[in-house]
């Protein structure tokens, strides 16, 4: 039987994902189940579905955490960096993020939505969050570009840092010949830099 009554509906959402996403941590997204965290935290399906509107709702909110978690480490850069450093230490920050948090990190592009689903403001907002302090950076390494022009370029180097975490990580940047994971991202975010300053 549930037991609303000792529990708040937030106390109940937290104990849904703090169980959840160590359910994801330990075991992998492929063994998040409602019906296991609901077991875990002693509490009915039903009660889960009270605070959240379906299993995709929920695993929003688990990704929208890690996002944060992501955001947090980000934000602990020096300021006082330049910007070029700046973009190479977000890159080797990022990459070890995903390197200490596998799988939480391969859960946010793991899932999908449905095609009738939309993703949700909130969650849009905080994926924007962690593209803007990148792009923030690009825009004080050139006086010649225009912000659109730099929040493009942030996001394409962003794209290639993302794809060579996902090559490391899934064991096959190996196959490339790549001995150096952190040495491919700076080589990658400064040669990237350099060609666009002169662009």
Same mark, same amino acid.
Request: charged share 30%.
């Given at each position: 039987m549930a037991r609303r009554? !000792?529990?708040?509906?937030? +106390?109940?959402?937290?104990?849904? @994902?703090?169980?959840? !996403?160590?359910?994801?941590? +330990?075991?992998?997204?492929?063994? @998040?189940?409602?019906?296991?965290i609901a077991l875990d935290i002693g509490y009915t399906v039903g009660s889960i579905y009270m605070v959240f509107d379906n299993m995709a709702d929920l695993i929003m909110n688990i990704k929208g955490r890690t996002l944060d978690?992501?955001?947090?480490?980000?934000?602990?850069i020096d300021a006082s960096d330049s910007a070029e450093q700046k973009i190479v230490l977000l890159a080797k920050t990022y990459l070890l993020f995903a390197c200490n948090n596998f799988n939480r990190w391969r859960m946010i592009f793991e899932h999908q939505l449905a095609e009738n689903e939309e993703v949700p403001d909130w969650y849009q907002q905080k994926v924007n969050q962690i593209f803007r302090m990148v792009e923030a950076e690009f825009e004080q390494l050139s006086s010649t570009h225009t912000d659109e022009q730099s929040k493009q370029a942030a996001r394409a180097l962003w794209s290639g840092v993302?794809?060579?975490?996902?090559?490391?990580?899934?064991?096959?940047?190996?196959?490339?010949?790549?001995?150096?994971?952190d040495d491919t991202v700076v080589l990658l975010v400064e040669s990237f830099i350099a060609g666009w300053k002169q662009s």
């Open positions: 009554s !000792e529990h708040s509906q937030q +106390e109940i959402k937290d104990m849904v @994902l703090n169980a959840a !996403e160590t359910i994801v941590v +330990e075991e992998g997204f492929d063994k @998040l189940k409602v019906r296991k978690d992501i955001a947090t480490e980000l934000n602990a993302h794809g060579i975490c996902t090559l490391s990580l899934t064991g096959k940047l190996d196959l490339l010949g790549v001995d150096s994971i």
